[in-house]
């Protein structure tokens, strides 16, 4: 799957990193990538294009042991390998969406 569209990409440039900053409870995700058979999943709100053509992303990201926001790429995310060949995929119905509203 590829975990970048065109549409995304045209919405990461309206975001890019530090933009969100100071919107408190405003503050908007942009996609969503997940661990298909696991607990982690990244929420993009900011990302840069980075030589090369890699992304630089920050935003929320969820697992069992709770939330925290950081940094990643998306280089990152496509060189997971998961058991029984799965990989990170793109929740391709997930809308832009504030982070208040997530669950």
Do not use: H
């Amino acid at each position: 799957m590829k975990l970048i569209t065109k549409q995304i990409e045209k919405q990461l440039v309206k975001y890019p990193i530090y933009s969100q900053q100071n919107k408190g409870e405003e503050v908007v995700a942009i996609c969503k990538f997940f661990q298909p058979n696991g607990s982690y999943t990244w929420y993009v709100t900011e990302g840069d294009k980075q030589e090369g053509g890699d992304w630089r992303f920050f935003g929320l990201v969820e697992n069992s042991y709770g939330r925290e926001f950081g940094y990643f790429t998306l280089k990152e995310l496509e060189s997971i390998r998961l058991p029984f060949g799965l990989t990170i995929e793109r929740d391709i119905y997930f809308k832009p969406t504030k982070l208040n509203d997530l669950n």
